[in-house]
């Protein structure tokens, strides 16, 4: 796996290793996920804005009136 090298002030290093200790590479999982999750969120605002500047039309759209009850 490529290694990156960021840097943190000491404010954010300590709110970090708070949240995610350095032990055990919980730091490094933390970061990951964090960068994930970032990424994410780009997408889905990204399909979000497209859907709000071309919504689909109420024939595209599907039709739940008629939906089944689902029962795990």
Do not use: G
């Not at 290793?17 to 919980?26: F, G, H, N």
């Amino acid at each position: 796996m490529p290694s990156i090298l960021i840097q943190l002030d000491e404010n954010l290093l300590r709110s970090l290793d708070k949240v995610a200790p350095a032990a055990k590479r919980q730091r490094a999982e933390f970061i990951r996920q964090a960068v994930k999750d970032a990424i994410r969120k780009r997408e889905y605002d990204a399909i979000r804005d497209a859907y709000l500047r071309q919504p689909d039309t109420p024939q595209d759209a599907d039709d739940w009136a008629n939906a089944e009850e689902w029962k795990p």
